[in-house]
């Protein structure tokens, strides 16, 4: 079993709807998540970090985390072109120390107009 | 103020030859991370360097080699280059404190091994 898994898509959604991206992580012990947005050739950038149960929210974008299925959701609301990218879930390992991340291969997001 | 800087942007090398790269954190970050990206996968974890210690090691053959100077800039070294190290190197930057997790990526190099 992978330790963070995510859908590889792509997911594609018109433009103006909820796009609603989906990871799975298989260590109970993680404790932090983060998404990063990955446009084609360039490096990710973060969008959301969650540490707590619950949903939190910035702008158009909401994260839900769900630490007794162990499942992290990114949705994204009123869709623009602007947001077709690769979305990557990224889970902090606490074992061995550091501050390792450990990320799914990535979920294609396409908003068509 | 300036991100994470990372250079080159992109490399050619031959196989066996070494490279390697370097990383200038965000201002006031004291933690270097190191990933290695190949098409069509997420970034696998390669250091962590705070305080210039080694914090983490991911599963990296003994080829891999990093370190962090005084400034909290950080350089990546691989040896004996194989054709499967092309991918995209990624450093990325945090303040390293328990509180402040979050990992600010570099733009990357590209390397391309023939």
């Known amino acids: 079993q992978k330790e963070v898994e995510q859908n590889s898509g792509p997911l594609s959604v018109p433009e103006g709807a909820i796009a609603s991206l989906n990871c799975t992580y298989s260590?109970?012990?993680?404790?932090?998540f983060f998404w990063y947005r990955q446009y084609s050739g360039k490096s990710p950038e973060l969008i959301m970090s969650?540490?707590?149960?619950g949903d939190k929210e910035d702008g158009r974008f909401t994260a839900q985390l769900n630490k007794a299925s162990q499942y992290v959701s990114l949705l994204i609301r009123d869709s623009q072109p602007s947001d077709s990218a690769t979305y990557l879930c990224?889970?902090?390992?606490?074992?061995?120390?550091?501050?390792?991340?450990?990320f799914g291969t990535g979920t294609q997001l396409k908003v068509e107009l | 103020d300036a991100g994470v800087t990372q250079s080159p942007t992109h490399l050619i090398k031959t196989r066996g030859q070494h490279v390697t790269l370097r990383c200038s954190p965000i201002?006031?970050?004291?933690?270097v991370s190191w990933y290695q990206q190949v098409l069509g996968q997420g970034p696998q974890f390669i250091f962590q360097?705070?305080?210039?210690?080694?914090?983490g090691r991911g599963n990296f053959p003994d080829r891999f080699s990093a370190r962090q100077f005084p400034n909290y800039s950080s350089e990546l070294n691989v040896n004996a280059l194989l054709l499967g190290d092309s991918a995209l190197y990624l450093c990325?930057?945090?303040?390293?404190?328990?509180?402040?997790?979050?990992?600010?990526f570099g733009p990357g190099t590209r390397l391309t091994v023939t």
């Open positions: 990325a930057s945090s303040a390293g404190t328990p509180r402040l997790l979050e990992q600010y």
């Open positions: 260590d109970r012990v993680s404790q932090s």
């Open positions: 969650i540490y707590s149960n």
């Open positions: 990224a889970v902090r390992v606490l074992t061995g120390g550091g501050n390792k991340l450990t």
């Open positions: 201002s006031g970050h004291k933690s």
């Open positions: 360097y705070y305080e210039k210690e080694e914090r």
